[in-house]
């Protein structure tokens, strides 16, 4: 069993940033690949960003594509996502998910919720007008 603990939430005028942070409880986080989700009220659960293993491999959502950037420390167990120029349809709760085995470099980016093993229990991001 992995533990995910997300953090660094929080309310944010449109236009701010906010890093969150996904860190996890097992050594083993290293061969895991990575995704962050969000849900937003009455809307499905959406992918927003993946990091291979090795953070070799990364990628985004259209609708984040060069305003937010995942990166890994796997020295720390830890996975980041930094979000910049942030808008009011950003809001959302934000969940990082781990999945055991990765895709071989090549192949497809996992982006659908069922391929992650485990989850966290969600950051609020709020983005204000």
């Known amino acids: 069993q992995v533990q995910l603990v997300e953090s660094g939430g929080g309310l944010v005028q449109a236009g701010g940033s906010l890093r969150l942070s996904c860190a996890a409880s097992?050594?083993?986080?290293?061969?895991?690949?990575m995704g962050w989700f969000r849900q937003a009220p009455g809307k499905e659960r959406e992918f927003v960003s993946y990091?291979?293993?090795?953070?070799?491999?990364?990628r985004y959502a259209d609708s984040v594509k060069g305003r937010f950037t995942i990166s890994r420390d796997n020295a720390k167990n830890t996975v980041y996502l930094q979000m910049n120029s942030l808008k009011p349809e950003d809001t959302a709760v934000y969940y990082c998910?781990?999945?055991?085995?990765?895709?071989?470099?090549?192949?497809?980016?996992?982006?659908?919720?069922?391929?992650?093993?485990?989850w966290g229990q969600g950051t609020q991001v709020t983005v204000s007008s």
């Open positions: 990091i291979s293993w090795n953070g070799g491999r990364s």
């Open positions: 998910a781990a999945r055991v085995t990765d895709y071989a470099p090549g192949g497809s980016f996992p982006t659908n919720s069922d391929e992650y093993n485990y």
């Open positions: 097992r050594r083993t986080f290293s061969s895991y690949a």
